[in-house]
């Protein structure tokens, strides 16, 4: 298995530009999340999905936007780039969810700079 | 969000045991305690949980006070591949995301 895979590795965009940070599981696992992490931090959850076609904010989801029309693929927008979108940002899936025995797999993460 | 306090850093020699502590006061019965590591320029990896009783995987031990209050993660020989950051997590059982903190960054001289 691949695991959880991201692309694109990085990416640098003008401000106001748009993109999509593509991830992919093949894992079959119902859950899927989107997280950033800034420089020396932790990482801050952006949106996750329950299963396709069910999606829902996290801590921080202003300018972004999902989707997840299938169970292997959970694309995260970018719509109308901002310096403070200047992060690394990981994608992950699990099996099982909101439980607390739950373990999340993450990918190699996307680092994108806004300038 | 439940809270862990972890120490920012720790050092250890290559080949002998690293103990990095994690607190967490108030943890409520039902929270599980992970620990996740994230290696230089990679994405975190899981590394063990548990409940109430200490728990052994091939990669860790994971020993937790009585009272819960408390854990610790045990590296048993330390590698150089072991350099990473540290997370102690507390996983609500009904809450998806992970809430990492600063972790502990672990450094291994050789």
């Known amino acids: 298995n691949a695991g959880v895979t991201q692309t694109p590795k990085f990416r640098i965009l003008k401000i106001g530009q748009s993109m999509t940070l593509q991830c992919a599981q093949d894992m079959n696992h119902n859950y899927m999340y989107w997280y950033r992490q800034d420089p020396g931090m932790g990482l801050k959850l952006i949106y996750y999905?329950?299963?396709?076609?069910?999606?829902d904010k996290g801590e921080v989801p202003n300018g972004y936007n999902v989707s997840r029309s299938t169970t292997e693929y959970f694309p995260l927008r970018l719509e109308l780039a901002a310096p403070s979108q200047t992060s690394v940002y990981f994608c992950a899936s699990s099996y099982r969810g909101g439980l607390g025995t739950d373990t999340q797999y993450f990918g190699p993460g996307t680092r994108l700079t806004v300038l | 969000d439940a809270k862990t306090t972890q120490p920012n850093s720790m050092e250890s020699n290559e080949e002998e045991p690293v103990h990095l502590p994690c607190n967490h006061s108030t943890i409520s019965g039902t929270d599980y305690i992970h620990w996740y590591r994230q290696l230089p320029s990679q994405g975190p990896e899981y590394v063990i949980h548990?409940?109430?009783s200490n728990v052994n995987n091939r990669m860790a031990s994971l020993a937790i006070a009585e009272d819960r209050k408390s854990s610790t993660l045990i590296l048993h020989r330390a590698t150089l591949r072991d350099a990473a950051v540290y997370y102690c997590?507390?996983?609500?059982?009904?809450?998806?995301?992970?809430?990492f903190g600063a972790g502990t960054t672990v450094t291994v001289r050789a």
């Open positions: 999905s329950v299963g396709a076609g069910i999606t």
């Open positions: 548990g409940l109430t």
């Open positions: 997590i507390l996983r609500l059982s009904n809450d998806y995301k992970l809430s």
